[in-house]
């Protein structure tokens, strides 16, 4: 197969696991998604010829710079339409949530969102995209070993901030705290 074909079978087989790879981290942007997977197959039709024999790892590597590259134009653009005062509170599009608006298991991407970007993408990569390590070392551009490490301390931020956060998560009734029968009045 010619680079080209290969190019177009990756093109075929991968864009929508892209796809949803960029929306993800977008988180609301979609206006952006279009745009950040069209560089990243720009990208990789440029660089073709390094494409390897399982693509989709090395793609979302493409990918993460692409998006690095977005959310900096983003945070420009967000910096320069502050200072233009051009906000959605001058033009009265305030949101206010109600109070049960949370999503169930919000708190698990509150505690994501307190961890480091680098946490953050390594745990991503194997929740989300269900990347092996090896295949997460791909897209990180790492040893396996490194990504290995990696993985092991971003689990272990995770679980230290949902411990942290253990008070605030809503729970199911205890036991005892509904009365019985038995210790009623008779």
């Known amino acids: ?3 080209d074909e290969i190019f177009a079978a990756a093109y075929r ?13 977008l988180d609301g942007r979609t206006s952006e ?19 390897p024999g399982s693509p989709l790892p090395w793609l979302y590597g493409v990918a993460r710079n692409c ?4 959310v900096r ?6 910096r320069l339409v502050d200072r233009l005062g ?3 509170t001058a033009h009265g599009r305030q949101i206010v949530a109600s109070p049960d608006a949370e999503t169930p298991g919000g708190w698990v991407h509150e505690a994501l969102a307190r961890l480091s970007e680098a946490d953050q993408e390594v745990l991503r990569l194997t929740a989300w995209e269900e ?3 090896d295949e997460v070392a791909v897209a990180l551009g790492c040893g396996t070993r490194a ?7 971003a689990r272990r931020r995770l679980r230290a901030e949902i411990d942290r956060m253990g008070p605030l998560r809503p729970t199911a009734p205890s036991a005892d705290a509904t009365p019985s029968k038995e210790h009623g009045h008779g």
Request: proline fraction near 0%; glycine fraction near 6%; charged fraction near 30%.
């Open 73 to 78: 134009g983003y945070g420009r653009r967000r």
């Open 1 to 3: 197969m010619s680079n």
């Open 67 to 70: 998006l690095a590259n977005a």
């Open 86 to 88: 051009n906000d959605e």
């Open 33 to 51: 998604v279009e745009e950040v997977v069209a560089e990243v197959f720009t990208v990789a039709w440029r660089r073709r010829a390094d494409l």
């Open 13 to 25: 087989e991968h864009y929508w696991a892209v796809s949803r790879y960029v929306a993800r981290r």
């Open 147 to 153: 990504a290995s490490m990696r993985l092991h301390r």
């Open 131 to 133: 990347l092996g390590i």
